[in-house]
């Protein structure tokens, strides 16, 4: 079955944009590819943070949308070659403080690296060999670590610029920040590395799970809908999972919760998907 998620607030965004190869532009952000992009990390999947300016009109480091910041900190983590693609929405909080340190094979997932570790764990995916801290270095030869939207994205509530609460949800339906998202999805995950055959997504909410697969529906003609949680699209399974946040309140529920519960039916079928890699 053809993915079809036509969420009402999102359509109606997607009307106004151009016509322009995905038909995504914003008036507020500057659509065009920049031989920047690729800069000194090759395609978007060499390890290192990447040169991308695709969003910003000149030398600024932070571009302002309303409440909205976006940081010009672009990053890819592991594998150049990868097999399993594992992505978050955005830098948080916690990545963000430690890129401050400099040591960028910290950032990632920083402070929720152990929880991330449960969650490949829980989907029978976490190596033996190997520390979850190596997955996201250069050595690292499977898998491959980045984001939704690989610059850090914030909401300024009450002077502070917020990762997390309801700025993910709120990212989605507004008309500014929209354009963002499918313009990094397009960038960076339209035509996936050759050997991936699986992407993780960490969120399982209902309402993130509905707007990106229909971002990925427009990315990808073939997308194949599996179960409420998975789909195939560009070749690779893809499937969502529970985010390590520790400000998650469902991690613990999706990762032992029985299928009594909305949390552990979606580990379950994403279990189930797995077995369509």
């Known amino acids: 079955m053809r993915l079809w998620f036509f969420d009402i607030r999102i359509c109606s965004v997607t009307k106004q944009l ?30 290192g943070r990447l040169q991308c300016r695709l969003c ?20 890819y983590y592991g594998s150049s070659d990868p097999e399993i693609l594992i992505l978050g929405f955005s830098k948080g909080a916690n990545q963000n403080r430690v890129a401050q340190d400099g040591n960028f094979d910290k950032i990632a997932f920083a402070g929720a690296r152990h929880r991330l570790k449960a969650v490949l764990e829980t989907l029978k995916l976490m190596p033996t060999d190997r520390s979850i801290d190596a997955l996201m270095t250069a050595r690292e030869k499977q898998y491959g670590i980045a984001s939704l939207v690989r610059c850090s994205f ?16 709120s990212a989605f339906t507004n008309e ?12 960076y995950l339209s035509k996936l590395p050759v050997r991936v055959k699986l992407v993780i997504l960490l969120a399982t909410s209902d309402s993130y799970i509905a707007k990106t697969k229909f971002i990925f529906s427009q990315l990808y003609a073939n997308a194949l809908d599996i179960n409420d949680v998975a789909f195939r699209a560009g070749g690779a399974l893809w499937i969502y999972a529970t985010h ?34």
């Open 18 to 47: 151009s016509d322009r190869r995905h038909g995504w532009e914003s008036q507020r952000v500057p659509d065009r590819l920049s031989s920047s992009i690729m800069g000194a990390s090759s395609n978007g999947y060499t390890h």
């Open 56 to 75: 910003f009109n000149g030398s600024e480091e932070t571009l302002s949308v309303g409440d909205w910041r976006l940081r010009n900190n672009p990053g």
């Open 154 to 169: 914030c909401k300024m509530k009450n002077g502070v610029c917020k990762t997390s609460g309801d700025v993910i949800p």
């Open 176 to 187: 500014s920040t929209l354009p963002i998202i499918q313009r990094c999805a397009s960038a």
């Open 244 to 277: 390590p946040s520790p400000g998650n309140g469902h991690f613990d529920s999706w990762v032992s919760g029985g299928a009594e519960t909305p949390s552990g039916r979606k580990r379950i079928l994403a279990l189930q998907a797995l077995g369509h890699v």
